[in-house]
């Protein structure tokens, strides 16, 4: 790959708009540990910087989502000392801004149906004359690239037909941004998942087309998560400057916590979830300690209480790349 010219080494640019910040929790399951400390780096930089915080549930997740999983994720952050200033938005609350969207971009002929299958389009996207790559699984959720070859005629239309999948007409080029944390990044999404379903045939936005409308109509201008949604960043800005959106947000993403096999922190790594010490009388203050060890904010394990974390922490020391969540940090937990 090229080396970044100066002119493609943007600063995160701060425009003089107040600040605001979003906790996005997807009720799917319980908080575990990796996704507290996300949070609780997003409530420690909002609060030490004077950003306002959005809570929003991003309940839109179909069948993952669980019954009392939201409330349960409320309860969570507050045990843990976080919190906001707004919301809880609930996303499944009100879908009306979700079709505004659609219909604006159907309009523009910036978006259209699509029932095609997952195998119809990994067998067009692997025929010879497709000329792409299939990406399979490997692709966040599992999408494959949609081979420009099955686009139909891009032409206004009218959003008629919330019951099938609509693609978002992905245009071709890199997206350049600069992560605050990750540095310059240059992405094109045209070359790796191509034109990707934005309205899903469940009746609701897909959860890129539900962030970036969320994200523009809370204000929201700081955007930080996990480093698995850095991919979605170019994504998201394709779609906002297709809806007319000026301002990028400063996007700040983060590296994961893995389990000792190096895999991203689930279920195959025993009872990861905020609640499992909660219930065995673990302290919040311990909790954040080990959150705060992941972060770069102390070298020891020590118990620390949310504001001692917020004064502590800097993003120059958090760690580059993902933590492990090893037994010692578990036995250490459970005192
Ligand atoms: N709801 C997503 C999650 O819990 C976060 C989405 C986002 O921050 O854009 O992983």
Not at 109 to 124: M, Q, V
Not at 130 to 142: E, I, K, N, T
Not at 200 to 221: C, E, F, I, M, S
């Amino acid at each position: 790959m090229a080396p970044e010219s100066q002119a493609d080494a943007h600063p995160p640019n701060r425009d003089a708009l107040p600040r605001v910040t979003r906790l996005a929790p997807s009720p799917t399951g319980a908080l575990h540990l990796g996704n507290a400390r996300t949070f609780l780096v997003n409530w420690a930089m909002a609060r030490a910087a004077g950003w306002r915080i959005v809570l929003r549930i991003e309940d839109l997740d179909g069948p993952r989502v669980k019954h009392d999983a939201a409330t349960r994720a409320i309860e969570t952050l507050r045990w843990l000392g976080i919190d906001w200033d707004d919301g809880p938005l609930v996303q499944s609350d009100d879908l009306s801004p979700f079709v505004e969207a659609m219909r604006a971009l159907a309009r523009e002929g910036k978006a259209y149906p699509c029932a095609l299958t997952r195998a119809e389009i990994e067998d067009a996207a692997s025929a010879p004359h497709g000329a792409s790559v299939s990406m399979g699984s490997g692709q966040p959720g599992g999408e494959s690239r949609f081979p420009a070859s099955l686009r139909p005629p891009l032409v206004p239309r009218e959003f008629d037909d919330p019951e099938t999948n609509w693609r978002f007409v992905t245009p071709p080029g890199h997206v350049a941004f600069a992560d605050a944390f990750c540095g310059p990044q240059r992405l094109d999404p045209s070359e790796t998942v191509g034109d990707f379903v934005i309205w899903t045939k469940r009746g609701q936005p897909a959860y890129q087309l539900a962030v970036v409308v969320d994200d523009h109509r809370q204000g929201v201008n700081e955007v930080v998560r996990g480093d698995d949604l850095l991919d979605s960043a170019a994504r998201q800005i394709l779609l906002r400057r297709a809806l007319g959106i000026a301002q990028d947000p400063v996007y700040t993403h983060l590296p994961l916590v893995v389990g000792e096999d190096g895999r991203r922190l689930a279920k195959r790594h025993g009872d990861t979830r905020v609640e499992h010490y909660r219930e065995r009388k673990v302290p919040a203050e311990r909790v954040i300690g080990l959150l705060a060890r992941w972060s770069g904010v102390t070298d020891r394990r020590e118990p620390m209480t949310p504001d001692e974390f917020r004064e502590r922490f800097s993003l120059e020391r958090m760690p580059r790349s993902a933590v492990v969540f090893t037994s010692e940090d578990d036995a250490w937990l459970l005192g």
